[in-house]
C-alpha cells in the first residue's frame, strides 16, 4: 500500500454556496495559457490557440484568457478559481484536442477539489446540539427490557385487521355487554 494519500491536501467535500439553485455562476476566473513560440512541444498549445481559442473565449465571457509566451519552456495551463486556488497543468506534447479537453475539465471543477483527499463523506457548517438521527431515537424504552426473539417486535406497526379478527374483537364486545346487562338486572332485584 502506498503512502501517497498522505501528501494530498485533506478537506471536507464543499460545493460553492448553492451555486445553479439561481443561477449557475462557473466557478474557473481565469485561464493562463504559457507556451513556446519555437519549441516543438508546444505545437498542440500554439495549434489550439490558432484555431479554437477566440471561439472558446466567445462561448466563455466570464473566464479571462490570458496568454503568455515564453522561451524554452514546457506548455503550461493554469486555472486560477473563485475559491482563490490555482490547478496548474503540464501540456508538453498534447494536441489541441486534449488541451481543449483539459480547459473543459478546468471550467467544470471548482478548484483542486479532486486532488482533495476527503477526511470524511458528509460534512455541516451547522452541527446538531441533539446529535444524529438514529431509528431507535424515538423508541419506546420498554424495548429495551424485552427478550428475544419476541413476536410482539418482530410484527410490523401497519398491518391492517382482518374480518376474522374484527369478527372476534365484535363478539367478545357484545359478550361484554350482555354480561353487564345481566349484572345490571341482578342489582336491580337486590335492591328490591
Not at 491536501?9 to 485561464?31: D, E, H, M, T, W
Not at 460534512?123 to 428475544?148: C, E, K, M, Y
Request: aromatic letters at 8%; proline letters at 6%; hydrophobic letters at 30%.
Amino acid at each position: 500500500m502506498s503512502n501517497s494519500h498522505l501528501f494530498l491536501k485533506s478537506g471536507f467535500p464543499r460545493a460553492p454556496l448553492q451555486n445553479g439553485l439561481g443561477r449557475y455562476v462557473c466557478q474557473l476566473q481565469r485561464i493562463t495559457l504559457k507556451f513556446c513560440k519555437n519549441n516543438g512541444s508546444s505545437r498542440g498549445m500554439r495549434d489550439f490557440i490558432e484555431n479554437h481559442l477566440v471561439d472558446f473565449a466567445k462561448e466563455n465571457p466570464g473566464i479571462v484568457v490570458y496568454v503568455k509566451p515564453r522561451r524554452h519552456r514546457t506548455p503550461v495551463l493554469v486555472g486560477e478559481y473563485l475559491n482563490g486556488d490555482r490547478e496548474w497543468l503540464s501540456c508538453r506534447n498534447s494536441t489541441q484536442d486534449e488541451i481543449s479537453k483539459w480547459i473543459d475539465l478546468l471550467k467544470t471543477q471548482n478548484g483542486s477539489s479532486s486532488s482533495l483527499r476527503l477526511r470524511k463523506m458528509w460534512h455541516t457548517d451547522v452541527p446538531s446540539i441533539q446529535g444524529s438521527w438514529t431509528p431507535f431515537l424515538l423508541r419506546s424504552p420498554d424495548a429495551n427490557r424485552q427478550t428475544l426473539p419476541s413476536t410482539e417486535a418482530s410484527q410490523p406497526f401497519d398491518i391492517p385487521q382482518t374480518a376474522t379478527e374484527k369478527l372476534i374483537e365484535l363478539f367478545k364486545q357484545q359478550k361484554l355487554e350482555e354480561g353487564n346487562a345481566g349484572d345490571e338486572i341482578l342489582e336491580q332485584k337486590r335492591a328490591e
